[in-house]
């Protein structure tokens, strides 16, 4: 996958997998003795009990700890597993840069003896309730709309899913969107914007007018008043959710 042998290189030092995020995605998995996980990165909130990551960028393989499970590159569409190949089939983050969102969730059916397990976002909600996007980055709201699968839509292609409300805490490790909710100048950096694919693919010129404007709203102290409110949670639900479907 080309977007992420370019944006993909600084994923091992920005999306570090946070651990009650983690908690909440191998709860989710539930008792699966074997698990594959599609669309898989640098392999963050894989269990132990992972067998096999599907991963089409090999800068994004190359990124994987040590021990971690064997990876093939291959795309979720064209997986190249047989039927009921694991108890349980994750992903993460990953059904936006499917190019046929349907044939890969046939997929994840196809080769899940048990249970599946998504994470993904409510884009309605994530506009509403994400400052930067509502107020600073149309242009990146703008172009998450042409991307983000409904949530409904994946919840009733994988056969009925039930979804989970998954919050961000303040302090969140995983560097993704709305990671820094509550720590508004890392949006600044532009090493935090290259991990996050909605601002590398939305690029620095669609960007910058926002990000000049942010920079002078947290200058002036009004960023603050304006959202003093979040300075007060601890954890944020801007719209990711776990979809959870039993096969």
């Known amino acids: 996958m080309a977007l992420y042998d370019t944006l993909g290189t600084t994923y ?115 506009r509403e309730r994400f400052w930067l996007v509502r107020e600073y980055l149309p242009a990146a709201a703008a172009f998450d709309d042409s991307r983000a699968v409904p949530v409904d839509r994946l919840a009733a292609q994988l056969g009925g899913a039930r979804q989970e409300p998954v919050p961000v805490p303040h302090d969140c490790t995983d560097g993704f969107g709305a990671a820094f909710w509550r720590r508004p100048h890392a949006y600044l ?20 007018p926002g990000l000049a404007a942010l920079a002078d709203d947290l200058a002036a102290g009004r960023w603050h008043t304006r959202h003093a409110g979040l300075l007060t949670l601890d954890t944020l639900d801007v719209g990711y959710r776990l979809l959870v479907a039993d096969v």
């Open 12 to 126: 091992g030092r920005t999306r570090r997998p946070d651990p009650r995020i983690a908690a909440r995605i191998h709860a989710a998995l539930g008792d699966a003795t074997d698990v594959v996980n599609v669309g898989a990165g640098t392999g963050s909130y894989e269990p132990a009990r992972t067998v096999l990551a599907v991963e089409p960028s090999r800068v994004m393989v190359a990124q994987r700890p040590p021990g971690s499970a064997p990876a093939v590159c291959a795309v979720a569409e064209r997986l190249p597993l047989r039927d009921g190949a694991a108890d349980a089939v994750m992903a993460l983050l990953t059904v936006h840069h499917w190019t046929d969102p349907a044939a890969g969730i046939a997929e994840l059916r196809r080769i899940a003896r048990r249970r599946i397990v998504v994470l993904t976002w409510d884009q309605r909600m994530f």
């Open 189 to 208: 950096d532009p090493r935090v914007r290259a991990g996050i694919s909605l601002f590398a693919q939305t690029g620095e010129d669609a960007l910058a």
